[in-house]
């Protein structure tokens, strides 16, 4: 009994290797991506994107192709150190060079069929983090204040010409849902501009804080005149103005109405032709108006008498 599964094993193994013998002396078609990687001087950075990969579709036969698929490195290597600025790579040569094809397997397609090799001296410039987490409330609560961000601006290093088209750097997007509580942790910063960029701080805090939304209204708050002339009165209809302000209950019930700045330009009031003015109001951090009354105001104005 054992010597017949030896025979059996043995002639399975042989089956196989007829069958792969045969199948492999066929013509196949393959696809391959090979990566791109860059090397570069501290002084060096590229000035437009290049691909990640090269991806190729061979066709030969299958001895050959896995010769190809089982090479321990298919990785195309470029070294801006040791070539001209702009040039232009033909990928197919270093395809044919790299995978050291054989005549029997042609290339099909390759994408891209060139790189474009631009380079410059490498610049650095700090640009502000812009805040993509986007808070969906519970009914009943607000964000108070401003998202903090940890740092709140980044420096950036790459080559001139890209770094003036960069304003800001992104976060990535996170969303939170039915948020009734401050939101606190770390995310990371989306360089949309892969191998073009030198991110500092690629990874940065942030901080949101969330309380139950509550409105506060302010009686009669002084409404005060900038810059007027010492020969000149102003007498504002009616001087003072009611305010209601929205925000986190413990932020609003810290707030008193002395920290309600509400002014009016004198020089606005001279140049005025509809017999109004509209006050500008100045609000404590993280609160946010809901009305003021009245929102316009007279006026009369009238030469101080002298003494």
């Not at 808070?135 to 890209?162: F, H, M, R, T, W």
């Amino acid at each position: 009994m054992k010597k017949n599964i030896g025979i059996i094993i043995i002639a399975f193994i042989f089956a196989l290797i007829l069958w792969m013998y045969i199948n492999l002396n066929q013509s196949f078609s393959i696809d391959l991506s090979i990566p791109v990687n860059v090397t570069s001087s501290k002084s060096q950075a590229l000035a437009e994107e290049i691909p990640n990969s090269i991806d190729v579709k061979l066709r030969g036969k299958g001895w050959n192709l896995m010769n190809i698929l089982i090479s321990e490195d298919l990785a195309y290597n470029i070294d801006i150190t040791k070539i001209k600025k702009d040039t232009r790579i033909i990928t197919e040569q270093f395809v044919n060079e790299r995978l050291k094809l054989q005549s029997d397997i042609s290339v099909l397609e390759i994408n891209p069929d060139t790189i474009q090799i631009s380079f410059d001296k490498v610049s650095e410039k700090r640009v502000p983090v812009k805040n993509n987490i986007i808070v969906n409330l519970k009914e009943g609560y607000s964000i108070v204040g401003k998202p903090e961000l940890n740092p709140d601006s980044v420096s950036i290093q790459g080559a001139s010409y890209v770094l003036n088209r960069i304003k800001s750097i992104p976060t990535e997007t996170r969303i939170f849902n039915n948020v009734n509580t401050d939101l606190s942790g770390v995310i990371g910063l989306k360089d949309t501009l892969h191998n073009l960029l030198k991110i500092e701080n690629p990874v940065i805090e942030y901080y949101i804080k969330v309380q139950l939304s509550a409105e506060k209204n302010f009686e009669d708050v002084e409404v005060v005149i900038l810059n007027l002339p010492e020969d000149k009165e102003v007498l504002l209809i009616p001087p003072k103005i009611n305010v209601s302000l929205r925000g986190g209950v413990d932020e609003l019930a810290r707030t008193t109405a002395g920290e309600i700045i509400i002014n009016v330009e004198y020089q606005n009031i001279e140049e005025d032709t509809l017999g109004f003015v509209i006050p500008e109001i100045k609000l404590p951090d993280n609160t946010s108006l809901l009305k003021s009354e009245p929102q316009k105001l007279q006026y009369i104005i009238k030469k101080k008498q002298q003494n």
